[in-house]
């Protein structure tokens, strides 16, 4: 009888895919910044809303601190060079590149923002979080974290998107949105890969999304905000609300307008579900959703 494997075993050295030269360049992105017409936004139109301001701030920072989490990644999958590869490769130059566009369409709007300043204070918090340690010890577990955290910036942007209509960006989060739904793809194929080697129960998936559902809310959303807040300077000086009043207010804002059916589809996808189960309860599952995000 085979032994019942805790993780699973790397890929053979004969079936892993060689790993890129130090001197090829990462892979080139669909669609570049310097592609977005800044100079046209309609500046009137998002100038005077706090909330977008402290949502796409707080955005920019998390993305452009991405690539310390990426090395976590990359190293955390080393034994599987094709997950590790695509992480360098691809996946870290997307978040970033959402970075960079995020804080190029903060500073035309906001300029008087110290962007640069409020992220260095951000990023001295923030890294001492980005360790290996708190990734899932089971690399199999660790895929359906990435799964939720794709499925929670899927449906982010996508609310981001439709809480205004300024041309310029509805077409940055437009791109955005649908490169997370293609990292949410790569990270549900390499789980189901890995789930064909060794699997691992549902229970154990279910616990793993519930867990990680519970911290989508906590620390880097809250820290990223914290920052912002603390240099936002003369704009919204006049608002009288506190940081608190204000993040309960953003994340209420949030929680209203996600994309419930569009997240539990996703989230539903890491449990292989027969599709015939996976349509009876999808629909209940949503109602449930839909009410717990709009108390």
Same mark, same amino acid.
């Given at each position: 009888?085979?032994?019942?494997?805790?993780?699973p075993?790397?890929?053979?050295?004969?079936?892993?895919?060689?790993?890129?030269?130090?001197?090829?360049?990462?892979?080139?992105p669909?669609?570049?910044?310097?592609?977005?017409?800044?100079?046209?936004?309609?500046?009137?139109?998002?100038?005077?809303?706090?909330?977008?301001?402290?949502?796409?701030? /707080?955005?920019?920072?998390?993305e452009?601190?991405?690539?310390?989490?990426?090395?976590?990644?990359?190293?955390?999958?080393?034994?599987?060079?094709?997950?590790? /590869?695509?992480?360098?490769?691809?996946?870290?130059?997307?978040?970033?590149?959402?970075?960079?566009?995020?804080?190029?369409?903060?500073?035309?709007?906001?300029?008087?923002?110290?962007?640069?300043?409020?992220?260095?204070?951000?990023?001295?918090?923030?890294?001492?979080?980005?360790?290996?340690?708190?990734?899932?010890?089971?690399?199999r577990?660790?895929?359906?974290?990435?799964?939720?955290?794709e499925?929670?910036?899927?449906?982010?942007?996508?609310?981001?998107?439709?809480? /205004?209509?300024?041309?310029?960006? /509805?077409?940055?989060?437009?791109n955005?949105?649908?490169?997370?739904?293609?990292?949410f793809?790569?990270?549900?194929?390499?789980?189901?890969?890995?789930?064909?080697?060794?699997p691992?129960?549902?229970?154990?998936?279910?616990?793993?999304?519930?867990?990680?559902?519970?911290?989508?809310?906590?620390?880097?959303?809250? +820290?990223?905000?914290?920052?912002?807040?603390?240099?936002?300077?003369?704009?919204?000086?006049?608002?009288?609300?506190?940081?608190?009043?204000?993040?309960?207010?953003?994340?209420?804002?949030?929680?209203?307008?996600?994309?419930?059916?569009?997240?539990?589809?996703?989230?539903?996808?890491?449990m292989?579900?027969?599709?015939?189960?996976?349509?009876? +309860?999808?629909?209940?599952?949503?109602?449930?959703?839909?009410?717990?995000?709009?108390?």
């Amino acid at each position: 009888m085979q032994p019942n494997l805790s993780y699973p075993p790397p890929p053979r050295r004969s079936e892993q895919l060689t790993p890129p030269s130090k001197t090829e360049g990462k892979t080139a992105p669909h669609w570049r910044v310097q592609d977005i017409d800044f100079s046209a936004i309609d500046r009137a139109a998002v100038q005077g809303n706090e909330d977008l301001f402290f949502l796409l701030t /707080s955005a920019s920072f998390i993305e452009t601190g991405s690539d310390t989490y990426a090395v976590n990644l990359a190293e955390h999958f080393a034994a599987w060079p094709e997950i590790a /590869s695509w992480l360098s490769a691809q996946w870290e130059g997307e978040e970033l590149q959402h970075g960079t566009a995020l804080r190029a369409y903060v500073e035309a709007v906001w300029p008087a923002f110290p962007w640069q300043q409020a992220y260095d204070s951000f990023f001295a918090e923030y890294s001492q979080l980005c360790t290996v340690e708190e990734l899932d010890p089971d690399p199999r577990l660790e895929l359906v974290a990435r799964c939720v955290v794709e499925t929670g910036t899927t449906a982010y942007y996508h609310t981001l998107r439709e809480l /205004s209509d300024e041309p310029v960006l /509805s077409q940055l989060l437009g791109n955005i949105r649908n490169d997370e739904v293609n990292h949410f793809k790569h990270f549900l194929k390499f789980f189901k890969e890995m789930q064909n080697e060794s699997p691992v129960g549902r229970a154990r998936i279910a616990k793993a999304l519930y867990r990680r559902l519970k911290e989508l809310r906590e620390s880097d959303t809250e +820290i990223a905000l914290r920052h912002v807040w603390g240099h936002k300077g003369r704009y919204f000086k006049g608002s009288a609300t506190t940081f608190e009043g204000m993040a309960q207010r953003i994340y209420e804002l949030i929680s209203r307008s996600l994309p419930a059916d569009l997240a539990v589809r996703m989230l539903l996808k890491p449990m292989l579900l027969p599709p015939r189960v996976e349509g009876l +309860i999808r629909t209940p599952i949503c109602r449930l959703a839909t009410r717990v995000m709009s108390y």
